[in-house]
C-alpha cells in the first residue's frame, strides 16, 4: 500500500505544480484534490503492478478482463483531466479543431503501445469504448501556439502571409516526452503537416515530413561534440572539392563567415550561428555521416526518408550501417533528407534535458469503467545521457548564440534552417526553427501548401530566421508566462575537445 500511497502523492505533487509550479502549498495541493483529475485518482486503488523495464518504468493499471466495461463514447481530454478535447464514438466532436490531428496519433499509441489494452484492436473499437483518455496536450501551451501559428489568429506572424504558406509546429517536454502542444493544420480532419503516425491498417499516414536544412546541424554538431571537436576548431568555410563533391558540384553557404576574409578559415562556433554549409558538410565527412545519423536516432529522430520519398525507420535496433551510405550520404549531415516536426521536437527535447531521451506520445493516462488501464512510460532515473556533460553545456553555449531565437530574460537555445527550391540558392522551399529551453522545446516549419517558394507577403524569400523564428519566439515566450516556467540558466560553456581534429584547418 505504500507504493500506491507514494504514486497517489507524487501525482497530487504533479498536479498543485500545473496549477502554481512556483508555490507549493496547501491550498494549492487543497485545489488539486478538489479536481477531476484527483477524484479520477481514486481509482488508483484498481493497481495490480508496477513493473520496472530498462527503458523506465511502466505503471499497468488495472481492470478484469472478464468484465469488459460498457461500451459508448471515448472522451479525450487535455492534460488538466477536465477539459474535454474530443469526444468521438460514431459521431464525433472536435475533429474539426486544430487538436483533431492529436486523435489521429492518440489513436495510433492506444492501438501500437505493448502496455495497452487496445493494442491490435481497430480505430473504431478505441472510439466506442467508452474510455477517458487523458493526452498530454496542455491547454494553456495549445492556446499559445494556436495563437502563434494558425493563420485565423489576428496576431499571428502567418496571419497576413499568402494562402499558399502553410506552417507546422510541435512543442515537447523535456525530460517527459509530453507533446505540450501539436499544430499540424488549422483543420484536424485535413492532412497532418507535422508527423505521421501508423493508422489502424498499419499504414504510415500524414504529410509532416520536410528537408530540415540547416535545423539538422543541431545533431551535427552534437555528434562532433560528443566526439571530441572544439567550438573553437576551425574549417575552410569557402566553397571547395570534398568527397562526393567534386568541380562543378560544390556545396555552397547562404551567408558568410562573420569576420572571416574568403582566406581565413571559420571556427566550428561561427559557423553554427551562421549556418554555413561548407563547413558542416565537412564536418560530417570527419565525424562519419553513421556517427552523425546514430546522434540523431539517439536524440529523438525516429524516421528518415530517403530521396526516393521510401521512409527509413531508424528506431527498433536497426543498424545504421544498414541505411549510410546506401540510402543516405555525407549531405545529411546538412539537412537534405526529410524528417519530421515531431520527431524535431522530441530532439531538441533530449538536448534540453541534458541529453537524456524520452518517448513522444500523447496519452498520459486512460481509464474504462472508472478503472485505469493503460498509464505513460516515462526515462528511468538513472537513465544514461546520449551527450557527455561538456558536449551537452557546449552546445547550449553555441545554440544560445542564435539572434533569432532570442527571447528576454530566458537562456534559449535556438538554430534556424532552410532547405533551397530546386536549384536556387536564393529561394527556399522550406524554413525551420528548433530550439529548447530547459523547460521547453520546440520546433516549427515553414513551406507552401502545393510546392513553388515560399516568399512573405512583400516579396522577400522566408528564410528561417524570419516567420519559422517569428513564431517560435511568439509562441515559447507566451508558453513559458502561460505556465509559468521559471528560466533555469544553461551551464558555462567548457570549450572542451581538439582543437585541430581531423579535417579541420589551422586556426
Known sequence: ???????????????????????????????????????????????????????????????????????????????????????????????????GLVVSHVLSELSTAAASPWRGQTWSQIRNAGAKIITTIDPRAQAELERAVDPSQADSPVAEMPENLRAAAVMVEPGTGRVLSYY???????????????????????????????????????????????????????????????????????????????????????????????????????????????????????????????????????????????????????????ITVLDQANAMATYAAAGVRAKAHFVRAAWLADEPVYGETLPAADQAPILSASASADLDWALSRTEAGRIEGRDVATKTGEWQYGASIQENAHAWTVGYTRELAMAVWVGAFQGGPIRASDGSAVSGATVPAEIYRAAMAATHTAMNLPNIPFPAPVFAGELNPPGSVPG
Request: charge should be negative; glycine fraction near 12%; aromatic fraction near 6%.
Open 1 to 99: 500500500m505504500g507504493n500506491l500511497e507514494n504514486l497517489v502523492r507524487a501525482t497530487l505533487h504533479d498536479v498543485a505544480r500545473e496549477a502554481r509550479p512556483a508555490d507549493l502549498t496547501r491550498a494549492a495541493m487543497a485545489q488539486a484534490r478538489r479536481t477531476a483529475r484527483y477524484r479520477l485518482l481514486k481509482f488508483i486503488a484498481g493497481l495490480t503492478a508496477i513493473v520496472v523495464g530498462a527503458v523506465g518504468t511502466v505503471v499497468v493499471l488495472g481492470g478484469t478482463a472478464d468484465q469488459p466495461p460498457p461500451l459508448g463514447v471515448t472522451t479525450l481530454y487535455y492534460s488538466d483531466g477536465t477539459t474535454v478535447m474530443a469526444e468521438l464514438g460514431d459521431a464525433p466532436v472536435g475533429l474539426d479543431q486544430p487538436t
Open 184 to 338: 499540424g493544420g488549422s483543420d484536424g480532419t485535413g492532412p497532418d503537416l507535422a508527423g505521421v503516425f501508423v493508422d489502424e491498417n498499419g499504414e504510415v499516414a500524414g504529410l509532416g515530413r520536410h528537408p530540415p536544412g540547416g535545423s539538422f546541424q543541431v545533431h551535427t554538431l552534437a555528434a562532433a561534440l560528443n566526439a571530441g571537436y572544439s567550438l573553437n576548431s576551425h574549417w575552410q568555410w569557402t566553397p571547395h572539392p570534398m568527397p562526393g563533391r567534386g568541380e562543378g558540384n560544390l556545396i555552397n553557404n547562404a551567408s558568410e563567415c562573420p569576420g572571416a576574409g574568403n582566406e581565413l578559415p571559420c571556427s566550428l562556433l561561427d559557423s553554427t550561428t551562421a549556418s554555413l554549409n561548407v563547413p558542416f558538410y565537412a564536418l560530417t565527412v570527419s565525424v562519419g555521416p553513421a556517427n552523425v545519423l546514430s546522434l540523431a536516432r539517439d536524440a529523438g529522430v525516429d524516421s528518415m526518408w530517403n530521396d526516393s520519398g521510401e521512409r527509413q525507420v531508424l528506431t527498433g535496433g536497426r543498424d545504421i550501417s544498414e541505411v549510410v551510405p546506401s540510402q543516405f550520404d555525407f549531405i545529411l549531415g546538412i539537412g537534405q533528407y526529410p
